[in-house]
Every structure is written in structure tokens, then in C-alpha cells.
């Protein structure tokens, strides 16, 4: 098998691999909702409080993630629960009854939160350790994995209407993305990890959260509005397409597709903007641009105008969550699970308040909250302390996506 040796590459790898499988477990079972409900006889609601579920359990798996993360490190623990969240697809396929499948979709969120703070701060420790940019490269590979799970459920589909063989060949796959992450993931530092733990706990001594308080406290905000933000657009972004910008049938998806394509686009070049501006211009300046871009597309009306403020919150939202995170985990491990908790937090929560004010009043006015919560998210970056700059590597440019 072909082996790289260039130490940060094969990190890289590595990691990318773990966010790969995160993004192609969600997309899997999330494809076959639609075949989950016929079998199990479900009614909307019913599979809204089965997407519930998942939420739920990765909201509340913030103290276990935390306990965890000091006992295991990331290495083991992201291994765990990407190994657990494939297994999961076998019991999600054979749940029996409707109880059942909650308690399976409870069991895949607190996985989820596993995989997501222990794949983040093998990110921020590869960083940390090279002195490289790599975590908007990084996350680009999630949504790659998204659509590798798409492309393979449609050949399914063509193919079998059996959840299990789908679900099995996706097993399969997801178990060598596994494989091959194994070997390059990084050791955790136990002198390191000792002395933030010593930290922690030394706050929480103090006085409850004394240290994750202020600071993380911004972080989390900044986290929990940007996965609002990009979180809504791709639930509403086609619905505002159909029935405000009044586009046909053919170009209302097309709002998911801009979004989605400038998000992958910038976070392959991310990481150089980052080493030559610095996470907090990134974060700053990307959040107004989607707030404001969406902003003056809302007032203008009309299907051109919703597309390209559509590609500004792409653009500009994209490198929010993997600067958080960075930022995030050079506080410990606590600040960087408490984050990682109000980012699923607005993400859950986000799209069901769009849709209560849509409901309210009108989904301009939804989507215009939207456009709120990135001018919040650039607030809150001006009271983050980020790192500064990391110098650009021989050979490497800002522009140029490894």
C-alpha cells in the first residue's frame, strides 16, 4: 500500500479521513429516511422527533465527551466512535419499532458528538504540531463525504430497495476510511494534555466554569450562530427560491447547490487566507459578508439576486466553524466540547426558529434572522484572543488548495 512519509501529510490524511466517514455515516441514513418511514409506518411528525433524537443525544453528550477526552485522549476516541457510529447503521436498519429507532438515533447523536470533538482537536493538534494551516481543508472533506453518501445511495436505490445491503456496503466502505486512518492519526501528548487537564480543573475549583467562562463563553456563541446560519440556509435556501424569489422548479435546488459548492470551494483555499490574514480577519470579515450579502439579496428580491447572496454565505460562513474550533481547542478539552455542544445546539435549533418567524410573519423575515445571526457571529470574533498567523510553509501559496 502506498505509504506517505512526509509526517503532516499523512496526519492530514489521516484526520481527513474520520471527517470523510463523519459526513458519509450522516448522509447514509439520512438518505434512506424516506424507506425507514415506510417500514416503521411513521407520519411526519413522528420522523421530526426521530431527527430530534439525534440532536438531543449530541447536545447532551457534552459531559460524557469531556470525561472522556481527559480519560482516553482523541486518537482512541475518535476511533470508538467511528467504529460505533458504523455499527450503528446495521441497528438502524433492523430497529424493529419506532421506540427502538429513537433510542438508536439518541445513541448515534452522542457518537456524533464523540467523533466531532475528538476529530476537531486531532485537527487543532495537527496544526498545533506543524505549525501548518489544515482544519477548513479538513472540514471540506465532511461535506465530500455528504455527497460520496449521496452518489452511492442513488446507485443503491437503482440497484435494491433493502436499507440492510445499502447499509452494509456503506459499512464496508466507512470500515476502510477507518483503516486507513489508524496508523497516521496523532498520539495525544500526555505532558500537554496533563497540564490543560491541571488547568481545568483548577477553574472549575474556582468556582464552577471560572475558566471556560468569558472567553469560551464568545466561542460558543460564535459557533452556535455560525452553525445557525449555515445550518438554515441549506434547510430554507430552496423553499425562498419556490416561493418568494418565485424560481421554477428546475432552479429552486440551485440555492443548496451555491451554497454548498462555495462552502467546499473556500474551505480548500481557506487555510492559505488563513496563514496570510489570520483566523480572526477570516472569521470577522467572512460572517459580515455572508450577513451582509444575504441582506441586500433579501431586499432586492428576485432569483439572480437570492443566488448571489446565497454564494456569499457560502463563502463567507465556511471558515467560521474550523477557526472556532481551533480556537477553541487551545483552551482544553472542555472548552473545545462545550463549543462543539452549542454549535449542534444551533444547528438543531436554528432551522425550527426560522421557521416559527417564517411562520410569524414571512420567510423573508426568517432568512433575514439568518442574516443577524453571521452579523453575530462577527461580533463575537472581535472578543475572541486568536492565534496569530502561521507563516505559509516553502513551496506553498495562499491560493494554491493541497
Same mark, same amino acid.
Given at each position: 500500500?502506498?505509504?506517505?512519509?512526509?509526517?503532516?501529510?499523512?496526519?492530514q490524511?489521516?484526520?481527513?479521513?474520520?471527517?470523510? %466517514?463523519?459526513?458519509?455515516? +450522516?448522509?447514509?441514513?439520512?438518505?434512506r429516511?424516506?424507506?425507514?418511514?415506510a417500514?416503521?409506518?411513521?407520519?411526519? !411528525? $413522528?420522523?421530526?422527533?426521530?431527527?430530534?433524537?439525534?440532536?438531543?443525544?449530541?447536545?447532551?453528550?457534552?459531559?460524557?465527551? !469531556? !470525561?472522556?477526552m481527559?480519560?482516553?485522549?482523541s486518537?482512541?476516541?475518535?476511533?470508538? /466512535?467511528?467504529?460505533?457510529?458504523?455499527?450503528?447503521?446495521?441497528? *438502524?436498519?433492523?430497529a424493529?419499532? +419506532?421506540?427502538?429507532?429513537?433510542?438508536?438515533?439518541?445513541c448515534?447523536?452522542?457518537?456524533?458528538?464523540?467523533?466531532?470533538?475528538?476529530?476537531?482537536?486531532?485537527?487543532?493538534? =495537527?496544526?498545533a504540531?506543524?505549525?501548518?494551516?489544515?482544519?477548513a481543508r479538513?472540514?471540506a472533506?465532511?461535506?465530500? @463525504?455528504?455527497?460520496g453518501?449521496?452518489l452511492?445511495? %442513488?446507485?443503491?436505490?437503482?440497484?435494491?430497495?433493502?436499507?440492510?445491503?445499502?447499509?452494509?456496503?456503506?459499512?464496508?466502505?466507512?470500515?476502510?476510511l #477507518?483503516? %486507513?486512518?489508524?496508523?497516521?492519526?496523532?498520539?495525544?501528548?500526555?505532558?500537554? !494534555?496533563?497540564k490543560?487537564? $491541571?488547568?481545568e480543573?483548577a477553574?472549575?475549583?474556582?468556582?464552577?466554569?471560572a475558566?471556560?467562562a468569558?472567553?469560551?463563553?464568545?466561542?460558543g456563541?460564535? *459557533?452556535?450562530?455560525?452553525t445557525?446560519?449555515?445550518?438554515?440556509?441549506?434547510? &430554507?435556501?430552496?423553499? +425562498?427560491?419556490?416561493?418568494?424569489?418565485?424560481?421554477?422548479?428546475?432552479l429552486a435546488? *440551485?440555492?443548496?447547490?451555491?451554497?454548498?459548492? *462555495?462552502m467546499?470551494?473556500?474551505?480548500l483555499?481557506?487555510?492559505?487566507?488563513?496563514?496570510?490574514?489570520?483566523?480572526?480577519?477570516?472569521?470577522?470579515?467572512?460572517?459580515?459578508?455572508?450577513?451582509? @450579502?444575504?441582506?441586500?439579496?433579501?431586499?432586492?428580491?428576485?432569483?439572480v439576486?437570492?443566488?448571489?447572496?446565497?454564494?456569499c454565505?457560502? #463563502?463567507?460562513?465556511?471558515?467560521?466553524?474550523?477557526?472556532v +474550533?481551533?480556537?477553541?481547542?487551545g483552551?482544553? /478539552?472542555?472548552?473545545?466540547? =462545550?463549543?462543539?455542544?452549542m454549535g449542534?445546539?444551533?444547528l438543531?435549533?436554528?432551522?425550527?426558529?426560522?421557521?416559527?418567524?417564517?411562520?410569524?410573519?414571512s420567510?423573508? &423575515?426568517?432568512?433575514?434572522?439568518?442574516?443577524?445571526?453571521?452579523?453575530?457571529? %462577527?461580533?463575537? /470574533?472581535?472578543?475572541?484572543?486568536?492565534?496569530?498567523?502561521?507563516?505559509?510553509?516553502?513551496? $506553498?501559496?495562499?491560493? $494554491?488548495?493541497a
Amino acid at each position: 500500500m502506498f505509504r506517505v512519509h512526509d509526517p503532516f501529510r499523512r496526519g492530514q490524511l489521516a484526520i481527513a479521513a474520520l471527517f470523510c %466517514s463523519l459526513g458519509f455515516q +450522516y448522509a447514509t441514513w439520512a438518505s434512506r429516511l424516506p424507506a425507514i418511514k415506510a417500514h416503521l409506518g411513521l407520519g411526519s !411528525a $413522528e420522523v421530526g422527533l426521530l431527527l430530534m433524537a439525534t440532536g438531543v443525544g449530541a447536545a447532551a453528550s457534552f459531559p460524557l465527551v !469531556a !470525561a472522556l477526552m481527559r480519560r482516553v485522549g482523541s486518537r482512541r476516541l475518535s476511533l470508538v /466512535s467511528a467504529l460505533g457510529l458504523t455499527l450503528l447503521l446495521f441497528a *438502524m436498519a433492523a430497529a424493529p419499532d +419506532y421506540p427502538v429507532a429513537l433510542l438508536v438515533m439518541a445513541c448515534d447523536g452522542v457518537l456524533v458528538g464523540c467523533l466531532n470533538v475528538a476529530m476537531n482537536a486531532q485537527g487543532a493538534a =495537527l496544526e498545533a504540531r506543524h505549525e501548518r494551516n489544515a482544519m477548513a481543508r479538513l472540514h471540506a472533506t465532511f461535506s465530500a @463525504g455528504s455527497l460520496g453518501a449521496a452518489l452511492l445511495a %442513488s446507485g443503491m436505490n437503482a440497484l435494491t430497495s433493502t436499507v440492510a445491503v445499502h447499509f452494509a456496503v456503506a459499512a464496508v466502505l466507512l470500515l476502510l476510511l #477507518l483503516g %486507513s486512518a489508524r496508523s497516521g492519526l496523532l498520539a495525544d501528548d500526555p505532558a500537554a !494534555a496533563e497540564k490543560k487537564n $491541571e488547568d481545568e480543573a483548577a477553574g472549575r475549583k474556582r468556582g464552577g466554569w471560572a475558566f471556560p467562562a468569558r472567553m469560551t463563553l464568545w466561542m460558543g456563541l460564535a *459557533m452556535a450562530f455560525g452553525t445557525v446560519t449555515e445550518g438554515a440556509m441549506n434547510d &430554507w435556501s430552496a423553499l +425562498y427560491m419556490k416561493d418568494v424569489a418565485k424560481a421554477s422548479a428546475e432552479l429552486a435546488p *440551485m440555492g443548496i447547490a451555491v451554497v454548498s459548492v *462555495m462552502m467546499v470551494l473556500a474551505r480548500l483555499f481557506a487555510d492559505g487566507w488563513r496563514s496570510r490574514w489570520g483566523d480572526g480577519r477570516i472569521v470577522k470579515a467572512g460572517s459580515a459578508l455572508a450577513g451582509l @450579502g444575504l441582506a441586500l439579496a433579501l431586499l432586492s428580491g428576485g432569483v439572480v439576486p437570492a443566488l448571489l447572496g446565497f454564494a456569499c454565505v457560502g #463563502l463567507g460562513i465556511a471558515a467560521v466553524t474550523p477557526c472556532v +474550533y481551533v480556537a477553541a481547542a487551545g483552551q482544553g /478539552s472542555d472548552a473545545l466540547t =462545550l463549543v462543539a455542544t452549542m454549535g449542534t445546539t444551533g444547528l438543531l435549533a436554528g432551522p425550527p426558529v426560522i421557521g416559527f418567524i417564517a411562520n410569524g410573519s414571512s420567510l423573508v &423575515w426568517g432568512l433575514a434572522a439568518v442574516a443577524g445571526s453571521a452579523f453575530v457571529v %462577527s461580533l463575537c /470574533s472581535t472578543r475572541i484572543r486568536w492565534t496569530a498567523p502561521e507563516p505559509l510553509a516553502a513551496g $506553498e501559496l495562499a491560493h $494554491e488548495p493541497a
